[in-house]
């Protein structure tokens, strides 16, 4: 069992930065792939961000690449996402997951995901 409990969300300028934190307990983190989604009202989820166990790899998607960052600290038991130059269209409450799958290809898809956290709301001002 993982508990992920997600913090830093927040309104913020079009232009801003902004961090989200996913804390999880238990000593298994880092035997968990990790992801971040999020939902906007009125839309379907969206996969935002992957990152696999032990770091060296990530995968972003096509409306955040080039902004958004990915990263974990293990010895903390705990995944980032870096928002650089947010926009408007990245208002959404932000999810993060966490699969027990290795190399698992369908990282993109929230059902590859076991655990999910309460969600955090991003708001991006214009």
């Known amino acids: 069992q993982v508990q992920l409990v997600e913090s830093g969300g927040g309104l913020v300028q079009a232009g801003g930065s902004l961090r989200l934190s996913c804390a999880a307990s238990?000593?298994?983190?880092?035997?968990?792939?990790m992801g971040w989604f999020r939902q906007a009202p009125g839309k379907e989820r969206e996969f935002v961000a992957h990152i696999r166990q032990t770091g060296g790899n990530t995968n972003y998607g096509d409306s955040v690449k080039g902004r958004f960052t990915i990263s974990r600290d293990n010895a903390k038991n705990t995944v980032y996402l870096q928002m650089n130059s947010v926009k408007p269209e990245d208002t959404a409450v932000y999810f993060c997951?966490?699969?027990?799958?290795?190399?698992?290809?369908?990282?993109?898809?929230?059902?590859?995901?076991?655990?999910w956290g309460q969600g955090t709301q991003v708001t991006v001002s214009s």
């Open positions: 997951a966490a699969s027990n799958l290795y190399y698992n290809s369908n990282y993109y898809s929230g059902r590859a995901y076991n655990y």
């Open positions: 238990g000593r298994t983190f880092s035997s968990y792939a």
